[in-house]
């Protein structure tokens, strides 16, 4: 990484994306992808929604990095607002999406064929059978909030997505939907009211345990999804 790159503001790394850096695109990639792809994974349940949703937005930064404006707020700002937009199209584009259940453990790579991830069972095995009982309760609590969270209208959704389960602040959450602070609390309110209508005392404990729970994305060093990114976005191909 260039001397220019290293110190480099958001604001600085797009103007020099504006101009043809690419270590500057590299740059905000590595910084900004994780966080995007666990908000869109947190609202749809749905790898391929998330890799899409960082798709999109990436793309959109590299062929119109002129759409930020540093007057209307920072580069990370600009990045959300590109991606929930396009989550919330998705979410729109099929409503009868299911998400738990839309993309089910196989037998492949990513599975053993009874129904837990090889992760799950990984972390199970060689477990006493009360802590391979504790783990069990604590992955259906999870999975029981997940389901919950995913229940709820998108407008709800996401103030427990960003509040909850991503940890942030009402200003930081109202900053992003660009709603007033007081707005993100009665949302967040009502919602954790139909969550506990829903599941009652596994809510408190469990919201913690589904951010840590979550998957930041595939298995693709950032640099080189980056470069494919880039090379999409010059009109080539992946």
């Given at each position: ?65 002129e ?154 060093a ?11 976005g ?5």
């Open positions: 990484m260039g001397p220019k790159i290293l110190g480099s503001t958001d604001d600085a790394l797009v103007e020099l994306l504006r101009r043809g850096d690419e270590e500057a695109f590299s740059s905000l990639y590595r910084q900004h992808q994780a966080r995007l792809y666990r908000f869109a994974y947190h609202m749809s349940s749905s790898h391929s929604i998330a890799e899409e949703t960082i798709q999109e937005t990436f793309l959109t930064l590299i062929r119109q990095p759409r930020f404006d540093p007057a209307r707020g920072n580069v990370s700002a600009f990045l959300f607002g590109i991606a929930r937009n396009h989550v919330m199209r998705a979410l729109e584009r099929d409503r009868r999406f299911e998400p738990l259940d839309a993309e089910p453990v196989s037998n492949g790579s990513n599975g053993n064929g009874n129904g837990h991830s090889k992760s799950l069972d990984q972390a199970l095995d060689g477990d006493d059978g009360a802590s391979t009982l504790a783990r069990l309760e604590r992955h259906e609590r999870i999975e029981s909030v997940r389901r919950a969270v995913l229940s709820l209208p998108p407008v709800y959704r996401e103030v427990v997505v960003l509040c909850d389960l991503e940890q942030r602040s009402y200003a930081d959450a109202a900053a992003r939907l660009e709603c007033p602070v007081g707005t993100v609390r009665s949302r967040l309110n009502r919602a954790r009211g139909l969550l506990l209508a829903k599941l009652g005392t596994k809510l408190g404990a469990t919201l913690g345990d589904s951010h840590d729970a979550a998957d930041d994305g595939p298995g693709i950032a640099d080189d999804q980056a470069g494919r990114w880039r090379r999409l010059a009109g080539g191909r992946i």
